[in-house]
């Protein structure tokens, strides 16, 4: 095969496959967690075979460092300090920091918009 970009139904098949991947780790981990770990690696290793993006929703379900599947409650942590979702690996003992800024800025601009709303009402 050529190298370069894959044609785009071979990459909507390999993030079919990430999906399926996902959704059996997670099934899996309670009884096999090794097994759900294996599924990630499977899932890490297509996603750079066809050169794609792991599915966002995915993303933040394994470790970045030690690419084991992620179980709030189970072997990691998720707390919310200073503007960010810090996830602590029990695994490993890596943190993840993914900013939740945006999400500050679409409610800010809600409660605007609401202000806003009101203020016309009156007038």
């Known amino acids: ?5 894959k044609p785009n ?4 098949i390999a993030k079919e496959r990430m999906d399926i991947l996902f ?4 099934k899996e981990y309670k009884e096999h967690p090794e097994r759900a770990h294996r599924y990630v690696e ?6 750079k075979k066809y050169n794609t993006k792991i599915p966002q929703v995915w993303g933040r379900r394994y470790c970045k460092n030690c690419y084991k599947f992620l179980v ?6 998720v707390r919310l ?16 920091k993914i900013p939740y800024i945006r999400e500050k800025k679409l409610k800010r601009r809600a409660k605007i918009d609401s202000y806003t709303f009101k203020k016309r ?3």
């Open 23 to 26: 959704n059996r780790a997670e």
């Open 9 to 12: 139904w071979m990459i909507e």
């Open 72 to 77: 709030p409650g189970h072997n990691c942590t």
């Open 1 to 5: 095969m050529t190298r370069g970009k």
């Open 42 to 47: 499977l899932a890490r290793k297509i996603s």
């Open 121 to 123: 009402d009156y007038e």
């Open 81 to 96: 300090i200073n503007n960010e979702i810090n996830i602590f690996c029990s695994e490993c003992g890596y943190i993840m």
